[in-house]
């Protein structure tokens, strides 16, 4: 039984994002060519970006497989926030596509589903998307009102460039 906190499970893979929530699409050129693919592909699936991005993580395995509980903390001291979630899907090469999505669990501020994905492009342009839906379900990401999805753009960004960094200097 799952206790994933939304019931449209799956949408970030399959589209379209459900009504009711906010969504965001942030997507960063982070390359080119099947050598940066390879290289982002293992950043994000093995965890390396978040944790190069400044966040914690917790996560049963050494890469991003559905079913898998993962908990990711971001801020300082009593400021830090923890967000559980699930792995519930996975692509790693189809069809030019490496990444994950993972969905809100108990105790996670957001109600939704949020994907990492990396996309090797006809031209060999290597592309960073973050794709996501949510809505408040804690009282602070209530309060936070029209903040939270300016946070969210945010940290997409710094995911984005950090991933740019991590590939630039493999």
């Given amino acids: 039984?799952?206790?994933?906190?939304?019931?449209?499970?799956?949408?970030?893979?399959?589209?379209?994002?459900?009504?009711?929530?906010h969504h965001l699409h942030h997507r960063t050129r982070i390359g080119r060519g099947a050598a940066d693919f390879a290289?982002?592909?293992?950043a994000v699936t093995e965890w390396r970006m978040?944790?190069?991005?400044?966040?914690?993580?917790?996560?049963?395995?050494?890469r991003?497989?559905?079913?898998?509980?993962?908990?990711?903390?971001?801020?300082i001291g009593p400021l830090r926030f923890t967000a559980p979630c699930e792995v519930i899907w996975t692509a790693?090469?189809?069809?030019?596509?490496?990444?994950?999505?993972?969905?809100?669990l108990a105790g996670h501020p957001e109600r939704g589903e949020e994907c990492f994905v990396v996309d090797l492009a006809h031209d060999g342009t290597v592309w960073f998307t973050v794709l996501a839906?949510?809505?408040?379900?804690?009282?602070y990401a209530r309060l936070g009102g029209p903040l939270v999805p300016l946070v969210q753009h945010w940290y997409a960004r710094r995911l984005g460039r950090t991933l740019r960094r991590?590939?630039?200097?493999?």
Avoid: Q
């Avoid at 290289?39 to 293992?42: C, K, S």
């Fill in 166 to 170: 991590i590939v630039a200097t493999s």
């Fill in 64 to 75: 991003a497989e559905p079913g898998g509980s993962v908990r990711v903390s971001l801020g």
């Fill in 50 to 62: 978040h944790r190069a991005s400044g966040a914690r993580v917790e996560a049963p395995g050494r």
């Fill in 39 to 42: 290289t982002a592909g293992a």
């Fill in 1 to 21: 039984m799952s206790t994933l906190t939304y019931p449209e499970v799956g949408a970030t893979r399959l589209g379209p994002l459900p009504r009711g929530y």
């Fill in 133 to 139: 839906f949510s809505r408040p379900a804690s009282w």
């Fill in 92 to 104: 790693y090469g189809e069809d030019g596509r490496t990444g994950f999505g993972y969905g809100t």
